[in-house]
């Protein structure tokens, strides 16, 4: 695997975002962790056409995440925290929706 370090000058996050590669996975497997790096594979599943292929579906390596282990514990605090307000808004919406069936008996 050949890796190149580019260089450009951004200056906002919307250019970031424009240059950004989009990848779409269906998963992660494979993980490492060392007092320095953390590494996580990212995989894709890919259908694999014809009678003779002997499994329908392969797993592929599509992008690999290398960051430090601080850096993994801030993205885990960022996704708990998404995950605290989309739980609270389903939890309002669901009063809403139940406070409203009694309103209407």
């Avoid at 002997?54 to 690999?64: N, S, Y």
């Avoid at 708990?80 to 009063?95: P, W």
């Amino acid at each position: 695997m050949v890796t190149k370090n580019i260089e450009i000058d951004i200056k906002t996050t919307d250019q970031a975002l424009e240059i950004a590669p989009v990848i779409h996975i269906d998963g992660a497997q494979g993980f490492f962790a060392s007092p320095d790096v953390v590494r996580i594979n990212l995989i894709q599943d890919r259908m694999q056409a014809g009678e003779d292929a002997p499994d329908p579906i392969k797993r592929v390596v599509c992008a690999r995440l290398v960051m430090s282990p601080g850096t993994l514990l801030a993205i885990a605090d960022w996704f708990g925290e998404r995950a605290r307000e989309v739980k609270e808004a389903m939890d309002d919406a669901r009063e809403a929706a139940l406070a409203e069936l009694k309103a209407e008996k």
